[in-house]
């Protein structure tokens, strides 16, 4: 049974940064890509970072290119998120979420995601 858990949300000021991880369990993810997807009250889930366990290209949703970055840990099949410049838009849930074909059709797609993660929330004041 895959199980990921994140952690590292929290509240912080418009310009600080958190780190965000994800940790997997429950199988081998060598052939997997792993997402991070946020989603704030009243609106649709929404990509926002997806990277490939084996490493390769990273992709970003356009808002925060530049201020986030997605890495693994594939020795402690851990992802993070790393997060900078933070703004009061990027209020959300996050999760990860690991993708068993690791393709890129529809990367941003949360219905190809196979198993989801529980979520950490993100709060940013102004």
């Known amino acids: 049974q895959v199980q990921l858990v994140e952690s590292g949300g929290g509240l912080v000021q418009a310009g600080g940064s958190l780190r965000l991880s994800c940790a997997a369990s429950?199988?081998?993810?060598?052939?997997?890509?792993m997402g991070w997807f946020r989603q704030a009250p009243g609106k649709e889930r929404e990509f926002v970072a997806r990277i490939r366990w084996s490493g390769g290209n990273t992709y970003y949703t356009d808002s925060v290119n530049g201020r986030f970055t997605i890495s693994r840990d594939n020795a402690k099949n851990t992802v993070y998120l790393q997060m900078n410049s933070l703004k009061p838009e990027d209020t959300a849930i996050y999760s990860c979420?690991?993708?068993?074909?690791?393709?890129?059709?529809?990367?941003?797609?949360?219905?190809?995601?196979?198993?989801w993660g529980q979520g950490t929330q993100v709060t940013v004041s102004s």
């Open positions: 979420a690991a993708d068993t074909n690791a393709n890129t059709v529809r990367y941003y797609d949360p219905t190809r995601y196979d198993y």
């Open positions: 429950g199988r081998t993810f060598s052939g997997y890509a």
